[in-house]
């Protein structure tokens, strides 16, 4: 059964961007291990890819379990209105892992605007969620 800790950073109507501009190569959104205070990192080009097809990697399950956790809603958009990316990042010391949820826009041709809306760790993950 997949369970979630406690939010580490909870969805908002009105949270600023982490990021706004064209140049994605080499910026990683980090946060500490709640169990090992190691440094966990996703890159800021897995978020922008994984906001087309997080669903289909994730699996049912936990895309489902991720929906109900972060409260994304029917119509597909983040809570910042752009489009949802969901990904699981393990800690690769110790192995905990989270489930990061942003939201993306594109105003313009490669220009993009992330907000991270959700950050919890997640337990109890089968081989087919993992």
Not at 35 to 50: G, N, P
Not at 72 to 101: E, I, M, Q
Request: glycine share 8%; net charge negative.
């Amino acid at each position: 059964m997949i369970e979630f800790g406690p939010h580490l950073v909870r969805p908002s109507y009105h949270r600023d961007p982490w990021f706004a501009g064209s140049e994605t190569s080499d910026r990683v959104y980090s946060w500490q291990c709640v169990s090992c205070q190691v440094d966990v990192h996703a890159s800021l080009e897995t978020i922008l890819r994984e906001a087309w097809s997080w669903e289909t990697h994730l699996g049912e399950e936990l895309a489902t379990a991720a929906t109900s956790h972060f409260e994304l809603n029917a119509v597909g958009k983040s809570h910042d209105g752009g489009w949802p990316s969901v990904l699981l990042v393990p800690c690769v010391s110790c192995g905990a892992r989270y489930l990061l949820y942003a939201g993306v826009n594109e105003p313009s041709n490669s220009v993009y605007r992330v907000v991270i809306q959700g950050l919890s760790e997640v337990r109890g993950l089968t081989s087919a969620c993992s």
